[in-house]
Structures are given as C-alpha cells and as structure tokens.
C-alpha cells in the first residue's frame, strides 16, 4: 500500500508526513519502564513535537525552520549509558530553547536534527 501525505489546500506537506528523525520517551539507564516515560518526543525532518508531564498534560512544537543551533553534551555517565543532552535555540516565541535528554544514540540523533536545521530553510521557501 503506497504512504498517504496529508497536505493542506495549498499543497504544502504536513509535518505528520515528513521523515520521522526519532519517536520515543526519555528512558533510563537501568531501563527502569514506564515510569520514566513523563516526556514523548516526536522529530521529524519539519517540526519537533514534545509532549510532557504524568498524562502528557502539555504539548510544544516547534518548526524546525525556527531552530538557529545545534548543541551537543555528554557527562561521563551519559557516556557509559549511551546517552547525551542536546540543546536546540530557537526563534519560537513560545520556547527560546529546547533541552533533549535521556535518548538512546543522542550522537547520532545530534547530527539528524543538525542536518534538518541546515535544509529546513531551503525546505520552507519550496513549500
């Protein structure tokens, strides 16, 4: 079955259709289960969404077109887990900057999200 993409009447792609870059909750070292799971993300190559709190209560997104930087940590403890911090500034007025931690494989991640801020530009003036 070919994928559905959802566009709006002018024709523009839905950030639901675009590349999905990482979907998942923040998980713990000791893969501790559910309880650990209070943030969801969903990135894709057009938006960052972020739901959070007991129940996803609030819910962020962010164009990937208004990120501006990239930035990447990792403690030695993130390290020997496997996991880093990545902080994202943003023109959004709503959230100026972005914290993502507690991902599996952040380094590769990390250069996902680089690249979709490098194209979202160019991707935001075709559409």
Not at 46 to 73: A, F, L, N, P, T
Not at 82 to 107: A, C, E, H, P
Request: net charge neutral; aromatic share 6%; charged share 20%.
């Amino acid at each position: 079955m070919p994928d559905a993409q959802a566009t709006n009447p002018k024709g523009i792609t839905s950030a639901r259709s675009a590349p999905v870059l990482y979907e998942g909750g923040v998980s713990c070292c000791g893969d501790c289960g559910d309880f650990c799971h209070q943030t969801h993300y969903r990135i894709t190559t057009q938006s960052i969404e972020v739901s959070s709190g007991v129940c996803c209560k609030s819910v962020e997104h962010i164009e990937m077109w208004r990120v501006k930087d990239v930035g990447y940590s990792q403690t030695c403890f993130d390290a020997c887990c496997g996991y880093g911090t990545i902080v994202l500034d943003t023109n959004d007025t709503s959230v100026s900057q972005l914290t993502i931690r507690g991902v599996k494989n952040s380094r590769e991640l990390y250069a996902k999200l680089r690249d979709a801020m490098i194209n979202a530009p160019r991707m935001r003036m075709e559409n």
